[in-house]
């Protein structure tokens, strides 16, 4: 008996169609043979179907329907989805079928046996993108997309999402402007990594999620290296230094004694720890600073002693620094200054201090009544009486000033003190001062110390031009001379 043939593979349809494993025809032989017909023609109604399975090349078994085949694809692949619902899923990729029309009654089919071969050989195998480092395949990612966020999680490892930001719109528009006073700009960035990203099938379990993918590229892995070895290296001073076993030592170094000690120079290999990736990354910060103002303090006459006045408000000046830095997976490697300047001077703050004495308030330290002369007569007995106070004369000037600060009790003619003035200082002192030409004050008013009150005379009971001052504690005469001096 003899028929016509034809072989169709079980692939995953185009791009973005969900439905995987359906028959599809990929070639057609048509086996001829030396037949001759009589009569008017070939009955087509004698020829019939069947279907070869194979999977990988393999024969699996006969069936008279590709229903069958779609059937058991269509039933692993559900399975599969409903465990991996995120990935583009293709079930038995490997799996081909040949048509064959034979003449008359096709050979019995083995369905159930084909079926159940089906259900455990079928291979669901998802599209991904294996991430390869230096040509070997460190994992699967799902897809493309998923490559690009990975790369852009790596880079965020080591920045923020806003200078991540600002950095890709400033190299799109070809100008990294200059930070302004506290602001920092990325103005180079770079992942040095064999990487590559392949499009392939895969289990679906051998597919990471993305923080896994992550976790697994920002660590370390061995790599070897040369190590020159130092006076009094041995082999465990060297392993315990890199982190490694004696044993893993020695499968490095062929020939190399485990007791004997290594010479100096010696070049051995040993394994330290790399990162898959580096990342570089250069910022440029423009750091504002404040240059802290000083306080200048005056004194000033025309300010009550004890008062204070802000002449000047003081400010702050401020300088800037603008510097580069570069790091390497998040450790400095360089920084360089390139500015350092002043932009705003400093502006000192000037306090006036007050030295002029306060009207009516005692500073309970007593200065000379007159401008200079010289004392004529003490306190004391004196001309067969008792002298109360002491005599000033030929002063440099004739101005009568108050010994301290207070207030004037009595004013005018009081007997032989002729023109007087009396003042009260408020803590237990009054002076006095008599023989006055003119007097300057009136009572109730407060003087300050050193404030005129009169001019130096020659009234009431008195021999020439002079001062006379009397001083009283708690209304008891005290030589003046104890309070004041010139």
Known sequence: MQGNTDKSNINSPSSGHRRLGKIRKVSLAVLMGSLLFTGTGFASESLHNQYHVYEDGEYIGTVKSPEVIDHAVDEKKAEAEAVHEDLDLVVGRDLSVVKEKVFGNPKSADEESVKETLDESLAVEAKSVAVQVDGDTLFHLKDTGAFDRLIRGVKLTHMTED???????????????????????????????????????????????????????????????????????????????????????????????????????????????????????????????????ETVTKDDDTILKGEKKVAQAGKDGRKEMLSVTETVNGEKVSEKVLEDQVVEEPVDELILNGTKAVPGVATGNFTWPAQGGYISSKKGPRWGRQHNGIDIARPSGKAILAADAGTVTATGPQGGFGNRVVVDHGNGYTTLYAHLASISVKPGQKLAQGQKLGVMGNTGNSTGVHLHFEVRKNGQLIDPLTVVSQ
């Open 163 to 293: 200078e991540l930001s600002a950095y890709e719109a400033a190299r799109e528009a070809g100008e990294f402007p200059e930070p302004e006073a506290g602001q920092t700009q990325v103005t180079h960035l770079s992942l040095k990594a064999d990487l590559q990203a392949k499009e392939v099938y895969t289990d679906p379990e051998n597919i990471k999620t993305e923080d896994e993918a992550l976790d697994l590229l920002l660590s370390e892995r061995p790599v070897e290296q040369d190590y020159t070895a130092t006076e009094g290296d041995t082999p465990e001073t060297v392993a315990k230094e890199h982190g490694m076993t004696v044993d893993q030592l020695l499968g490095l170094n062929d020939g190399m004694d485990a007791q004997g000690p290594l010479a100096a120079g010696d070049t051995v290999k040993v394994l330290d720890e790399e990162p898959f990736v580096e990342v570089t990354v250069t910022r440029k910060h423009r750091e504002a600073s404040p240059i802290a103002h």
